[in-house]
């Protein structure tokens, strides 16, 4: 029954608890307690733990007019285990913490946790805990990640060198155009509640915005070549403005040439129906989720026939600057405008 709404109150705090967590099943090793006492317990066994969290609140991070709750969940778990592979790690545990409205039912907390437990079984990641509140408007989600790596294997943001070749994976600008068609579409409705959305077409876009990936399987694809990168970082906030952390971290500069970042179909069909520049959903746009690293120029042989990973540009002097080669062939400084000022 699709429409039926049970208040939380019937279930209570401890029962919507052993509700929400009686489908979850760990599968880690690594997981020695999960849910049910005061705290979970962990065995790394000498490995490294990486720990990321994110809080995401209703209004501000996400718009549940055009957001459905499972996408929520599986997202809110996705961005989390994209830090974890961003340092090299494999994302072995989640903990989920939610403070929810009255206008949340259990059967609304059912559709978020089952985008969750998508995300778990997806990824082999555990739900060891969290924690449940109240809150006076909207929901808030948060999300922490542990991953394990060994020590030898960890990639900061801080190592790349002159003469590395930066590298990308899959393409750019997507989620940030499947936003703006969502949001279009939102405008539409809002104004005239029987105004169909118009989203044909635009499948892929749509997917890249309410349901992203993390890119573990470039960390074991990686792992598998034999490259380590020097350097790395998620795309969470659109490329000019990871690389610029990359640069500062690393204290290098860098050149990208703008026909190499690749983009899909549907974001340029897009970007030209709104009149966007596509490049700059690509620079600017964000949540794309996609791995940006350095590699040594040795191993660009491994990397070079992996059709997920294109090469973009190269590391250079400090004193070089950030810079932007255009297609026309004129190198102009590239602007970190991420999405941080909205959020
Ligand atoms: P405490 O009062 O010690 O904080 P809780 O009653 O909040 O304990 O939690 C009991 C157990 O349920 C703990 O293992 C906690 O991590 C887990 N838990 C609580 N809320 C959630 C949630 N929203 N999702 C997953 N696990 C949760
Ligand atoms: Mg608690």
């Not at 259990?106 to 969290?130: F, T």
């Not at 900061?156 to 590395?164: E, T």
């Not at 936003?179 to 118009?198: A, S, T, W, Y």
């Not at 590699?295 to 026939?305: G, R, S, T």
């Amino acid at each position: 029954m699709k429409n039926k709404k049970t208040d939380i109150s019937e279930l209570g705090e401890f029962g919507l608890i052993n509700h929400i967590s009686k489908p979850f099943k760990t599968v880690n090793k690594s997981t020695v307690k999960g849910i049910g006492d005061d705290g979970a317990i962990l065995d790394y066994k000498g490995k490294q733990l990486v720990v990321t969290t994110d809080l995401l609140t209703e209004g501000v991070h996400f718009n549940l007019m055009y957001v459905p709750l499972k996408h929520l969940g599986y997202k809110a778990v996705v961005v989390n285990l994209s830090d974890v592979c961003a340092m090299n790690a494999i994302p072995k545990q989640i903990t989920v913490s939610l403070a929810l409205s009255g206008k949340f039912s259990v059967e609304a907390v059912d559709e978020l946790y089952s985008g969750i437990q998508l995300a778990c079984d997806k990824y082999s990641v555990d739900l060891i805990g969290g924690d449940t509140t109240s809150s006076i408007t909207g929901l808030t989600i948060s999300v922490t990640a542990l991953g394990e790596v060994e020590k030898a294997d960890i990639v900061y943001r801080s190592g790349a060198k002159p003469n590395d070749l930066l590298c990308v994976t899959g393409d750019l600008g997507g989620a940030y155009m499947g936003l703006q068609l969502l949001e279009r579409e939102n405008e539409v409705f809002k104004v005239d509640e029987n105004m169909k959305p118009q989203l044909d077409g635009y499948a892929y876009i749509l997917e890249r915005q309410l349901k992203p990936e993390a890119r573990l399987d470039i960390v074991k694809a990686l792992k598998q070549m034999g490259v380590k990168p020097t350097s790395m970082i998620d795309i969470s906030d659109g490329l000019s403005s990871e690389i610029h952390h990359l640069c500062e971290n690393s204290k290098v500069g860098c050149s990208i040439y703008e026909d190499k970042i690749a983009m899909d179909y549907q974001t340029r069909a897009m970007a030209e129906e709104m009149n966007i520049n596509p490049l700059v959903a690509a620079l600017n746009g964000g949540e794309d989720y996609e791995l940006l690293f350095t590699i040594d120029m040795k191993d660009f042989e491994k990397v070079k026939n992996d059709p997920d990973i294109t090469v973009i540009g190269h590391m250079t002097d400090f004193s070089e600057g950030i810079n932007l080669v255009t297609v026309a062939g004129t190198s102009i400084p590239l602007e970190a405008q991420g999405w941080n000022h909205r959020k």
